[in-house]
């Protein structure tokens, strides 16, 4: 098969110019991959410092100290729960009474009045059996009559207002025993079980915090490790450097001693030592990395197999205690929730009972005016028996049964005042004192409650998302590790590559009639060795250089290639050195 030769120019063209572009490639594209592969590890590592910081607050003394604060308080919150409740419960029991009491006054006011009624009818039916002074009699009667109807719509209303009293002291019962039921079975439970609890919390806490301490100061070994691996492969921009000098030495520098044999045979033998030189300290940068990968790897594994113990034995072993008060403060939270809802409606019925109260005091001006109307009319009856002569004997009972009404009013309407205010005080008492009183005190143990769970879901989050962290930084580490290992084993394969090249440079030399040499300052000689020597930027080119042509120029040439004196031999596990000498292949072929 026959090729166009547009095809075979593109493929002589697409052909490396020099057999080290290869090597120079494989140098470069390594060093640079290994480099980025070790840098996104170091860059998870440091996104795992702020990680471990984060779990170290979370779980740090500060917190731990809050936390024993905390459940320590539990104790002395129960208790002042406990007492706020008990007060609430007395000021509903006075309040209870004291309506009581004042439903009993009511009753006699409203028998009163009954009486006041009754004689009203025994007024009207005398009045309608005299004969005489009739109109006198039927003024008198009207005038109590209408009394009698006044009275009754007050007692009416007061009576109307009483019943909305018991219906609301009843809601604040029906309230309070719903309040002392969560306070008993829900709130004051938990809250005692967490302040049992909470040593073990903190033991567990305490263990957490440590393990995650000890993995963090591990993480460090290896964050220095992977940075040192980083440096180390800083060698690679060195070796490349080299590699280019030696690759501009054997064909431009080569190239411009056309026509000296002299000078090429030593221009080649300077190759040959810097490419060994190069080499050697390459192959031992390259074991030290392996040694350091293999350390840095061996390390990892032990902070996975720690990592792997510490976020899921750990906390298999520690999260039911943490769980277990997480959940007790939710139900601390939830039950002074439910218990801030019955306080609630407990103060709006004791506002209702308040409301009312000032309605029945409203009414007091109109209960002072019947009293008067009634010894009024106490009065009217005695002078209208009077004035009437022997038919009046029959309203005496009248007028002794008005002047009795005028005491037991006087004294229900004396003592409906006083349980009236008491009363109010204590509906203001509950609303003022002790619903309050309640209502702070649970806002602390809330508060306090509240505040134990997000120190707890902020250790276990802060926990948990180390967890996770560390476990993607443990993939990508490990991943980097091997991607990086084996990028530095092909590299190493590839460099079997300098052998051919090696060889060719020793089998040309060796084709070359070096003769002896001198070499002067300013010479066309002198100014291309200076020029190559100018180009070098480790000091161990120049010294190899040096010794290369300091031997030369005093040994005179050779057929043999001399070697640098401080580079005697190529290493064994390199196999650049030994190369045959009896091929027969032309060197324009074998070179550019």
Same mark, same amino acid.
């Not at 009511?106 to 059996?129: E, F, H």
């Given at each position: 098969?026959?090729?166009?030769?547009?095809?075979?120019? &593109?493929?002589?063209?697409?052909?490396?110019? /020099?057999?080290?572009?290869?090597?120079?490639?494989?140098?470069?594209?390594?060093?640079?991959?290994?480099?980025?592969?070790?840098?996104?590890?170091?860059?998870?590592?440091?996104?795992?410092?702020?990680?471990?910081?984060?779990?170290?607050?979370?779980?740090?003394?500060?917190?731990?100290?809050? %936390?024993?604060?905390?459940?320590?308080?539990?104790?002395?919150?129960?208790?002042?729960?406990?007492?706020?409740?008990? @007060?609430?419960?007395?000021?509903?029991?006075?309040? @209870?009474?004291?309506?009581?009491?004042?439903?009993?006054?009511?009753?006699?006011?409203?028998?009163?009045?009954?009486?006041?009624?009754?004689?009203?009818?025994? *007024?009207?039916?005398?009045?309608?059996?005299?004969?005489?002074?009739?109109?006198?009699?039927?003024?008198?009667?009207?005038?109590?009559?209408?009394?009698?109807?006044?009275?009754?719509?007050?007692?009416?209303?007061?009576?109307?207002?009483?019943?909305?009293?018991?219906?609301?002291?009843?809601?604040?019962?029906?309230?309070?025993? /719903?309040?002392?039921?969560?306070?008993?079975?829900?709130?004051?439970?938990?809250?005692?079980?967490?302040?049992?609890?909470?040593?073990?919390?903190?033991?567990?806490?305490?263990?957490?915090?440590?393990? &995650?301490?000890?993995?963090?100061?591990?993480?460090?070994?290896?964050?220095?490790?992977?940075? /040192?691996?980083?440096?180390?492969?800083? *060698?690679?921009?060195? *070796? =490349?450097? =080299? %590699?280019?000098?030696?690759?501009?030495?054997?064909?431009?520098?080569?190239?411009?001693?056309?026509?000296?044999?002299?000078?090429?045979?030593?221009?080649?033998?300077?190759?040959?030592?810097?490419? $060994?030189?190069?080499?050697?300290?390459?192959?031992?940068?390259?074991?030290?990395?392996?040694?350091?990968?293999?350390?840095?790897?061996?390390?990892?594994?032990? +902070?996975?197999?720690?990592? @792997?113990?510490?976020?899921?034995?750990? +906390?298999?072993?520690?999260?039911?205690?943490?769980?277990?008060?997480?959940?007790?403060?939710?139900?601390?939270?939830?039950?002074?929730?439910?218990?801030?809802?019955?306080?609630?409606?407990?103060?709006?019925?004791?506002? =209702?009972?308040?409301?009312?109260?000032?309605?029945?005091?409203?009414?007091?001006?109109?209960?002072?005016?019947?009293?008067?109307?009634?010894?009024?009319?106490?009065?009217?009856?005695?002078?209208?028996?009077?004035?009437?002569?022997? #038919?009046?004997?029959?309203?005496?009972?009248?007028?002794?049964?008005?002047?009795?009404?005028?005491?037991?009013?006087?004294?229900?309407?004396?003592?409906? /005042?006083?349980?009236?205010?008491?009363?109010?005080?204590?509906?203001?008492?509950?609303?003022?004192?002790?619903?309050?009183?309640?209502?702070?005190?649970?806002? @602390?143990?809330? !508060?306090?409650?509240?505040?134990?769970?997000?120190?707890?879901?902020?250790?276990?989050?802060?926990?948990?998302?180390?967890?996770?962290? %560390?476990?993607?930084?443990?993939?990508?580490?490990?991943?980097?590790? !091997?991607?990086?290992?084996?990028?530095?084993?092909?590299?190493?394969?590839?460099?079997?590559?300098?052998?051919?090249?090696?060889?060719?440079?020793?089998?040309?030399?060796?084709?070359?009639?070096?003769?002896?040499?001198?070499?002067?300052?300013?010479?066309?000689?002198?100014?291309?060795?200076?020029?190559?020597?100018?180009?070098?930027?480790?000091?161990?080119?120049?010294?190899?250089?040096?010794?290369?042509?300091?031997?030369?120029?005093?040994?005179?040439?050779?057929?043999?290639?001399?070697?640098?004196?401080? $580079?005697?031999?190529?290493?064994?596990?390199?196999?650049?050195?030994?190369?045959? #000498?009896?091929?027969?292949? !032309?060197?324009?072929?074998?070179? %550019?």
């Amino acid at each position: 098969m026959k090729y166009e030769a547009s095809l075979r120019e &593109n493929a002589r063209i697409a052909q490396p110019a /020099h057999p080290l572009d290869f090597v120079l490639l494989s140098t470069e594209q390594t060093f640079l991959r290994a480099g980025e592969t070790l840098s996104m590890a170091v860059g998870q590592l440091n996104g795992l410092r702020a990680d471990f910081a984060r779990l170290d607050a979370a779980l740090g003394p500060a917190r731990n100290a809050q %936390f024993a604060a905390l459940t320590a308080a539990t104790g002395a919150q129960i208790t002042a729960l406990a007492q706020e409740f008990s @007060r609430s419960e007395e000021a509903s029991r006075a309040l @209870r009474s004291a309506v009581s009491a004042m439903r009993s006054e009511v009753t006699d006011l409203m028998a009163t009045i009954r009486a006041i009624s009754i004689v009203k009818l025994q *007024a009207r039916i005398i009045g309608n059996m005299l004969t005489s002074s009739r109109q006198r009699v039927e003024a008198f009667t009207g005038g109590l009559t209408r009394m009698a109807a006044e009275a009754a719509d007050l007692v009416a209303e007061v009576d109307e207002a009483m019943n909305e009293i018991a219906a609301a002291t009843d809601a604040m019962d029906g309230e309070a025993a /719903h309040l002392s039921q969560t306070l008993r079975e829900l709130v004051l439970p938990n809250l005692a079980a967490i302040g049992a609890s909470a040593a073990e919390v903190q033991s567990d806490q305490q263990r957490m915090a440590d393990g &995650n301490l000890a993995l963090a100061r591990r993480m460090e070994g290896i964050f220095t490790g992977v940075s /040192h691996l980083i440096l180390a492969l800083q *060698a690679g921009d060195s *070796a =490349r450097q =080299r %590699f280019e000098h030696i690759r501009d030495l054997t064909s431009d520098s080569l190239e411009q001693a056309e026509g000296q044999p002299d000078l090429q045979s030593l221009l080649l033998e300077i190759g040959v030592g810097q490419t $060994d030189a190069t080499v050697r300290g390459l192959t031992g940068d390259l074991d030290d990395a392996t040694r350091n990968f293999l350390d840095v790897q061996g390390n990892a594994d032990a +902070a996975i197999a720690v990592a @792997r113990g510490l976020y899921l034995g750990e +906390a298999q072993r520690g999260g039911g205690a943490l769980h277990a008060m997480v959940g007790r403060a939710e139900a601390v939270e939830a039950g002074l929730a439910r218990c801030t809802e019955h306080l609630r409606l407990l103060a709006s019925h004791a506002a =209702r009972v308040a409301s009312h109260l000032e309605k029945i005091r409203h009414h007091e001006e109109r209960m002072r005016r019947i009293e008067d109307l009634v010894r009024l009319f106490g009065l009217n009856a005695v002078i209208v028996c009077a004035k009437l002569g022997q #038919e009046g004997r029959a309203l005496q009972e009248i007028s002794r049964q008005l002047r009795d009404l005028t005491q037991v009013s006087a004294a229900v309407f004396t003592r409906l /005042h006083g349980r009236l205010e008491l009363t109010q005080e204590r509906a203001s008492a509950i609303g003022a004192e002790a619903v309050s009183g309640l209502e702070q005190e649970m806002q @602390r143990v809330a !508060e306090g409650a509240r505040s134990i769970r997000e120190i707890l879901r902020e250790a276990n989050e802060a926990h948990d998302e180390t967890g996770h962290a %560390f476990g993607k930084a443990g993939r990508i580490l490990t991943a980097s590790l !091997e991607t990086a290992a084996g990028l530095m084993s092909g590299y190493r394969r590839n460099l079997t590559s300098l052998q051919v090249f090696r060889e060719q440079m020793v089998r040309r030399r060796t084709m070359l009639q070096g003769s002896a040499m001198t070499v002067e300052p300013g010479s066309a000689a002198g100014t291309l060795l200076a020029s190559v020597r100018a180009r070098y930027t480790v000091p161990d080119e120049r010294r190899i250089h040096d010794a290369i042509v300091a031997a030369a120029t005093c040994a005179g040439g050779s057929a043999a290639p001399a070697e640098s004196p401080a $580079d005697p031999a190529p290493l064994d596990a390199q196999p650049l050195a030994g190369a045959g #000498e009896e091929s027969e292949v !032309e060197l324009d072929d074998i070179f %550019f």
